[in-house]
């Protein structure tokens, strides 16, 4: 934790220390899971920058949903703030893509993925339906579709810094050191 420096530590009742902030993708219980048409895209773990790649694998009017399962936050009771970076890169003739981050089905706002890499940051109430034993065993999920018609092949979607704070205060983006290890993608997975 002494890597963290701009994060409040967290002391649970178990001993356990959490930084207030931390990359979802190192949250041991957190698992990613692909929901979307069989083949259609594969899902690549960055771990060098946080986060995740999307590749669109064949024309589909399916949505991909990279979800990050199982979080089980501490104090679930708490607030807690998903931050994130986003952009895509959409092939000649593709169409503009839509993303709709569901904190376990109580969040369906979307909003247009950009080219150029964008931070998004939203503050969540975890759902009471996924809170026991003070802590809150919810997912989130990236729903992505084309604004109208079909994704195509070969359009990339890049997430990045995926943060979970255990507030609502927003704070500087930092790798856990223990991600980087190895570096380069550490997971790929199709769906």
């Given amino acids: 934790m002494s890597n963290y420096p701009e994060l409040q530590i967290v002391n649970t009742p178990d001993g356990l220390e959490y930084a207030r902030g931390y990359n979802i993708l190192s949250v041991s219980k957190a698992v990613i899971q692909e929901i979307g048409r069989s083949g259609a895209c594969s899902v690549s773990r960055v771990v060098s920058g946080g986060g995740i790649d999307i590749t669109v694998n064949s024309d589909t009017s399916g949505i991909a949903v990279p ?9 679930g009771l708490t607030d807690y703030r998903l ?26 706002k979307g909003f247009a993925i950009p080219t ?4 998004f940051s939203n503050v969540h109430h975890p759902r009471n339906s996924y809170i026991f034993d003070n802590t809150y065993h919810g997912f989130v999920d990236f729903e992505i579709r084309a604004s109208s018609g079909a994704m195509k092949a070969g359009t990339v979607i890049h997430i990045r810094n995926i943060m979970v ?27």
């Avoid at 931050?83 to 369906?108: K, Q």
């Fill in 67 to 75: 979800r990050f399962q199982s979080l089980n936050l501490p104090y």
């Fill in 83 to 108: 931050t994130f970076d986003m952009w895509a890169e959409i092939p000649d003739g593709g169409n503009s893509l839509i993303c709709n981050v569901d904190i376990c089905d109580a969040n369906s």
């Fill in 116 to 119: 150029t890499r964008t931070e």
């Fill in 165 to 191: 704070s255990l507030s609502s205060d927003k704070f500087v983006y930092r790798s856990n050191p223990a991600d980087l290890v190895g570096g380069g993608v550490a997971y790929e997975h199709n769906c």
